[in-house]
């Protein structure tokens, strides 16, 4: 067991065998899919090493004044692991079994949900949790619908501050070294707003779909550099 001291008593423990996780299907039928497509372009990109972990509706922990807290962030990444993922397949106690999230996804939906909460009594607000609790240094907060994305950092009093988009109307989480905005398009037979990550020189993580498309018009493309010289490609 490791101990955090601050204004409530804060410890990272195991969550035992026995303790009931809520099983609650998800707020609706995007919040699986908006996940998927962050996890996936990171994999496809190399940008996902073997000892991260990207987090989906999956319970994170700490027990806050001898309480267990248990929140279930739609998507968050934790850049290292240090014990087995086997050992972690119910749940993830930060400082105790690796990283704290570097950034943790909220996404809205029609549910009534609390992830502007604050409340620090017991069970407390996500917000509470995410900031206080853990000390999340990113938190996103995204509106699949209208493609609204706020993005707040913690500050230098441990407070989140809502962030500015640059001139791209993207979001630099440094921590990942990429920037984090809103695309607009279709992926799985659903057209709107997706939560996407560019590089540090704006270049888009493709998805596998995209990345196949772009070999495909590459290989075109030269298949008619040879046609253009008299040179018939081979099949």
Partial sequence: MLTTSTTHKVTWEK?????????EPVDNINQPLLAAALTESLE????LPSNALTITNYGI???LNNKFVVK???WGYIPSIKVSREEIKRSYTPRLEGDIPVVVMEFLSDTEGNEYSSKPTYPPGKWFFYEQILQVPNYAIFEPDTGVLEVYKLDDSGRYELQTADASNRYWIPQMQLFLG???GIRENRTGYWLRFWD????LL???SELVAKERQRAEKLAQQLRDAGIEPES
């Fill in 15 to 23: 969550l035992p065998e026995d303790f009931v996780l809520d099983d």
């Fill in 200 to 203: 540090e020189n704006s270049e």
């Fill in 72 to 74: 279930a962030p739609d």
């Fill in 206 to 208: 493709l998805w596998g």
């Fill in 61 to 63: 922990c700490a027990t």
């Fill in 44 to 47: 496809q990109n190399w940008k």
């Fill in 182 to 184: 809103v695309w607009s």
